[in-house]
């Protein structure tokens, strides 16, 4: 741990700087310290041990013990700080977008059975779906205390998803959402709702028992979309 301390970066200019402080009180407390021993064989002389000799004693051990703790205190700090450095890189939260077929979307709607589900299909290249989103996360934050789940599959290519991540960050979202697996456009689509032909965006609402009760084409108003969603919480 001292070696890995000692060779970072950010402690090493601190550590030149500690040696050489604490060097300069060492070297001087070592030579207060000899001093002190040539006046006790000077008083040694005239016979017995005088009280200059232990305070001079005393003085040399504490010193050196002192320097002790302070590595001790360093090394440990100096630790600490390059640990919380990378735990102040990583306060970002991670953007987890995760691929997503017709088999593992049926998978995704039944874990969440129990739930009022809003199925949300989106895409970046997509300005209404864009326009409507914050209204989307207004609806979760405001009725995912009462049930209600958000799932945002984007119909961006799957090569895209950096992109996504993107979108997402910058609207503050903080959940798992998914993009679109490759695969059958048609079966995918079909899976979903057969009356539905692709277009985007495109909601769908389904009840705790796992019925979708709404398919709504084209982009909602916050309004529209609580009228949709609470009499089913």
């Given at each position: 741990m001292y070696d890995q301390a000692l060779n970072s970066p950010d402690c090493r200019k601190t550590w030149f700087t500690f040696a050489n402080r604490q060097g300069n009180r060492q070297v001087n407390a070592g030579l207060y310290f000899h001093q002190g021993h040539e006046r006790l064989n000077e008083n040694a002389v005239f016979g017995g041990h005088s009280?200059?000799?232990?305070q001079?004693?005393?003085l040399g051990v504490g010193v050196l013990v002192a320097l002790m703790v302070l590595s001790v205190w360093f090394f440990s700090s100096c630790g600490q700080g390059k640990r919380g450095a990378s735990r102040g890189a990583g306060d970002a939260p991670e953007i987890v977008v995760t691929p997503a077929d017709e088999g593992g979307l049926k998978a995704l709607l039944q874990r969440n059975n129990g739930q009022v589900i809003v199925l949300n299909f989106w895409?970046?290249?997509?300005?209404?779906?864009r326009e409507e989103f914050p209204d989307l996360l207004k609806l979760r934050e405001n009725y995912r205390s009462m049930g209600l789940d958000l799932i945002l599959l984007s119909m961006d290519d799957a090569e895209q998803g950096q992109e996504v991540k993107k979108f997402l960050r910058e609207k503050g979202v903080q959940f798992e959402s998914y993009i679109r697996s490759k695969g059958d456009f048609e079966e995918f689509v079909n899976s979903i709702d057969p009356n539905w032909i692709g277009g985007i965006p495109a909601t769908f609402v389904f009840d705790r028992r796992g019925n979708r009760v709404r398919s709504l084409f084209g982009p909602q108003k916050y309004e529209a979309l609580e009228g949709v969603v609470r009499p089913l919480l």
């Open positions: 009280s200059l000799e232990k001079s004693h005393t895409a970046t290249w997509c300005e209404p779906c």
